[in-house]
């Protein structure tokens, strides 16, 4: 069991958190904790004149208000949004807040993944604790 498990939960139409989430909370030791976090790429410097003045602000409100409604029926379920690359910030965040499980969902590679790499992979092979990956 586990003191801190993260769960990565991407919003894209492909990815499914849920059997994550639920195998967050069969890993989890009483006690412990569940972080949802989901990873915003960063707003090229380009593109943030466009953008709207709070726009980013109540995204992340709106996504973390997203996560917590997913991990509710996990104890002490917490959402966090972080900015950057996906893989590397999973791993980065990880490291920095102690977690010792990454629970993360992964999908068939296709050939995009064989040539980059998924953000699964790139966890897997990076991070410093264990990593369960579901399908």
Known sequence: MYKHVLVPVAFDEDHDPSEAIAAAGLLVSEGGRVTLLHVMAHVPSYVINYVPEGFQAEAQAAIIASLE???????????????????????????????????????????????????????????????????
Do not use: F, N, Y
């Open 69 to 135: 409604a997913m991990g509710s029926e996990l104890p002490h379920a917490t959402g966090v949004v972080a900015e950057g690359t996906a893989g590397k910030t999973i791993v980065k965040w990880a490291g920095q807040e102690d977690v010792d499980c990454i629970v993360i969902a992964s999908h068939r590679p296709g050939m995009q993944d064989i040539v980059l790499g998924s953000t699964a992979a790139q966890v897997v092979r990076h991070a410093a604790c264990a990593v369960h990956v579901t399908r």
